[in-house]
């Protein structure tokens, strides 16, 4: 249960991480279960039953007939005119007409870049100056549609990313070979602590020093395009439920660095992985590396990494929470289509933890760590992942096709087109180009590859077979039991 209380918000860093990878509870002050007050005074709906006077819903006339999710759904068709002046009708959408998702959305839609951030959607669309609260008390509001999201932007993340237990915890090594790799842990998650040290990057990059040094340079942040300055205020003074995560394919371009075994090159892809199979597309590869940068909260909800690609992600700066199953698990709040073509998680990164976090824990192939800045996490291809950031921090990726799972990534260029992402328009079939590239460099690995996935299919077939066989020989069995919903005519055996 969530109770509203008063704490002290802080800025861009996030608590405290101990060397063994948790955030160290003793230090936090607060109740991890408790929040701040809303400071438009809108509380839970459950809390109504408390009170003794009128509601602020009772005013809402004819639209008190709809309930609080309908009625966000009709302010979504309105115009920032129309929204501010459906709140002045009472204090109910009056609130409602402060709900910054709504003016996001506006924003977006609307808007270019922004000359600032002004701490709120709101504020930055229609230009109020930074810091503006309302004066508008709504102490007699109750909704559960204007408080949650308030809520789950304040919900403390160490409750979730402490007392991981012993058997869900990932593996940690300082260093692993490739040999090592390749036998024994291309498919399960884990992480290096003694890597990425000699990147030149790491220990020159943070955050202060890229505003100082990229701050009029453009950067992809999910549905925008912000100069780093102005992504710099949003992490720094937002409320955000799920905060805007910069994530951009084109930083090495933006920012003129060298990627690879090259001469001055910022940073390498660790020596463990072995060779990248994918390199053999060269220019037509499809993106691959990215620069991640976040606020605390920000992250990623459940998702598998695109075309079968196992990746690796190295911390720079501050700390990040990955909660992780197998490709074949049934992650709860996860919904998939038959095909798995479209994955459906209808939950924010806090709303999933405060309602399956600790059911999934404890579920059989659940793997959980915090991968800390000078740390690199592996994530093995077809495995779910979410990841949230425990406080500001950046990151590296880089997606990648090890050996070992080359059938795999076949598998899906073949088997799943429609799902293949990130090539360029111009290639039409990129199965038959990584075919082909692989024939000319590593023949006998690609026809270990076939060879592998020749055996899958008989596995499958053969199980198929099995079943139906099971089936036949059930009917076929005239003294055997049998179960079925027949009609309200047949005889019950």
């Known amino acids: 249960m969530l109770f509203a209380k008063d704490f002290s918000r802080g800025g861009v860093s996030g608590g405290p991480i101990t060397n063994g990878g948790e955030l160290d509870m003793s230090t936090i002050s607060m109740s991890s279960d408790s929040i701040p007050i809303h400071p438009m005074g809108i509380k839970p709906l459950g809390n109504q039953y408390f009170v003794s006077g009128p509601t602020a819903r009772q005013s809402l ?17 309105l115009d920032a005119r129309s929204l501010k002046d459906f709140g002045f009708t009472c204090h109910f959408l009056y609130a409602f007409s402060q709900v910054d998702e709504l003016w996001k959305t506006l924003y977006l839609e609307t808007s270019s870049r922004p000359l600032a951030w002004k701490g709120s959607w709101r504020s930055t669309h229609l230009k109020t100056p930074a810091g503006w609260r309302s004066g508008i008390d709504c102490n007699n509001v109750f909704s559960d549609v204007m408080h949650r999201p308030f809520a789950c932007a ?92 910069l994530f951009d394919k084109g930083f090495a371009e933006k920012m003129n660095i060298q990627v690879g075994h090259v001469t001055d090159a910022a940073y390498w892809p660790p020596e463990c992985f072995g060779p990248d199979l994918f390199e053999l597309l060269g220019e037509e590869r499809p993106a691959h590396r990215w620069l991640i940068i976040g606020p605390k909260r920000s992250g990623s909800t459940f998702h598998k990494d695109p075309n079968a690609t196992s990746a690796w992600n190295a911390v720079l700066e501050g700390s990040k929470y990955w909660i992780m199953f197998p490709p074949t698990a049934q992650v709860p709040g996860v919904y998939v289509s038959e095909d798995s073509s479209e994955v459906t998680s209808p939950f924010s990164i806090a709303e999933w933890l405060l309602e399956f976090h600790a059911e999934a824990r404890a579920l059989p192939g659940c793997v959980e760590g ?60 990129p199965y038959n180009l990584f075919v082909e590239r692989l024939r000319n460099r590593y023949p006998q690995l690609l026809d270990s590859a076939f060879d592998e996935l020749e055996r899958r299919s008989q596995t499958k077939k053969r199980k198929w077979e099995e079943t139906v066989g099971v089936e036949t020989d059930a009917k076929d069995n005239d003294g055997g039991f049998s179960f079925g919903f027949g009609g309200d005519d047949e005889e019950i055996p």
């Open 61 to 77: 006339a004819l639209f008190g007939r709809l309930p609080d999710e309908m009625i966000l759904q009709i302010l979504e068709y």
């Open 154 to 245: 304040h919900v403390a993340l160490a409750k979730y990313s402490s007392g991981i237990p012993r058997e869900n915890q990932i593996a940690r090594f300082e260093q692993l070979s490739y040999d090592d790799f390749a036998q024994n842990w291309s498919s399960k998650p884990f992480i290096l602590t003694a890597c990425i040290q000699r990147w030149p990057v790491y220990g020159d990059w943070d955050i202060k020093e890229l505003e100082r040094r990229f701050s009029n340079v453009e950067f992809r942040a999910e549905a925008v395009d912000w100069p780093f300055s102005v992504y710099h205020e949003y992490m720094s003074n937002n409320e955000d439920e799920s905060p805007l995560y």
């Open 370 to 429: 915090v991968c800390k800045a000078g740390e690199i996490l592996h994530v093995p291809s077809g495995w779910w992942h979410l990841v949230v950031n425990l406080e500001a921090g950046i990151a590296l990726t880089q997606n990648f096709v090890p050996k070992s799972h080359l059938a795999d990534v076949l598998s899906f260029l073949k088997d799943k087109p429609d799902q293949v992402t990130g090539f360029k328009r111009n290639i039409e079939s």
